[in-house]
């Protein structure tokens, strides 16, 4: 090879190594056009649950599947302050009357030393953003002021195992800037976290308060029935917020609810409320936002139940016309996609 030729070569691998190493660089760098799906694949996934078979998580996966992005489910994030059994927390984690909640004392560690005895980092390394979904009442231990469970009998719904994992798992994304979405009991860990306050059960609240409830939230299970359905009722986003870009309009009909908790009130945190619904007069929390984060948002309905029946997976769907449509379901998980790819 003459001197000319092989600088010709030499030349020619150097813009090769150098072209594809540009390659690279921009399917990983920041996406500045995140409609455009090709330039990153995103991995969302669901923060840690056992029962991975409930329609909280599965209808998740499919109104993820439908917008375009296979969800897994992540592994559990578990506190080495605390005791475990199995996936389950010790008992002598829990509350001393036995009724399954953290205890406490375990609920004050948690929020004191928080994932930095975890293994949150190595869980969340390769993850672009994070749901939580629906599910069990929230310890009250884990409210910024600690709470007593609500003392009704019939509601006796709490997963220590799931809170432990849910908050490190959450805190972890906040302080690292990863996108997350919280769905229901979702929004609900959002605002415990931030340090908002919580009604522990709709009814009694409204009860105490001398104004009628007739169940908005949640319907009632009728006598004799195996599944009790969501409920629809409309939602007012806030201009200009994340939510009402993301749905693309201020006005939701025929929202799926299901669930007999809520955040009260976000005085004083970094929480932002840009969703309600008004029942009697009190514009109940529908949606949060925190306004120190890029993408760090929950609602308390569920927009993934009304794809689901829908496109006809869900359990109850000849209903499904007096729930909000699937064109106004779907922009939402397409809006949460871009934002991960960013």
């Known amino acids: 090879m003459n001197c000319k030729l092989s600088r010709l070569w030499i030349c020619a691998t150097i813009l090769a190594i150098v072209c594809g190493t540009?390659?690279?660089?921009?399917?990983?760098?920041?996406?500045?056009?995140?409609?455009?799906?090709?330039?990153?694949e995103v991995r969302i996934a669901i923060a840690w649950r056992a029962d991975t078979d409930n329609e909280f998580c599965t209808n998740i996966v499919e109104a993820f599947r439908e917008a375009g992005v296979t969800v897994t489910v992540l592994p559990q994030v578990k506190a080495r302050y605390l005791d475990y059994d199995g996936s389950a927390v010790s008992m002598t984690c829990i509350d001393a009357d036995g009724i399954g909640y953290l205890s406490n004392a375990s609920g004050t560690l948690v929020r004191s030393l928080g994932y930095a005895e975890s293994n949150a980092a190595e869980v969340l390394k390769d993850v672009d953003g994070v749901v939580f979904t629906g599910g069990e009442d929230i310890a009250p231990s884990l409210y910024a002021t600690q709470a007593d469970w609500h003392h009704i009998e019939a509601e006796i719904d709490y997963n220590a195992a799931r809170d432990v994992s849910d908050f490190l798992t959450m805190t972890y994304c906040l302080d690292h800037d990863i996108p997350i979405f919280g769905f229901c009991r979702g929004a609900q860990m959002l605002g415990v976290v931030s340090g908002a306050t919580v009604v522990q059960d709709i009814p009694t609240w409204f009860a105490a308060q001398g104004l009628p409830y007739n169940y908005e939230h949640r319907r009632e299970k009728a006598e004799g029935e195996t599944y009790r359905d969501y409920t629809p009722h409309d939602v007012t986003l806030t201009d200009g917020s994340l939510l009402s870009r993301?749905?693309?309009?201020?006005?939701?009909?025929?929202?799926p609810s299901w669930h007999h908790q809520?955040?009260?009130?976000?005085?004083?945190?970094?929480?932002?409320?840009?969703?309600?619904?008004?029942?009697?007069?009190?514009?109940?929390?529908?949606?949060?936002?925190?306004?120190?984060?890029?993408?760090?948002?929950?609602?308390?309905?569920?927009?993934?139940?009304?794809?689901?029946?829908?496109?006809?997976?869900?359990?109850?769907?000849?209903n499904a016309s007096q729930f909000m449509t699937y064109d106004a379901a779907l922009p939402l998980f397409r809006a949460f996609i871009d934002e991960c790819k960013q």
């Open 22 to 40: 540009c390659v690279i660089t921009c399917c990983s760098s920041r996406d500045d056009n995140p409609s455009d799906s090709g330039k990153k």
């Open 262 to 318: 809520a955040i009260l009130s976000t005085e004083g945190t970094p929480l932002r409320v840009t969703a309600t619904t008004t029942v009697s007069g009190i514009d109940m929390v529908e949606g949060v936002e925190r306004t120190d984060k890029d993408c760090a948002v929950g609602v308390q309905f569920h927009p993934e139940a009304a794809i689901v029946k829908h496109i006809g997976k869900g359990v109850n769907n000849a």
């Open 246 to 255: 993301y749905f693309g309009t201020t006005t939701l009909t025929g929202c």
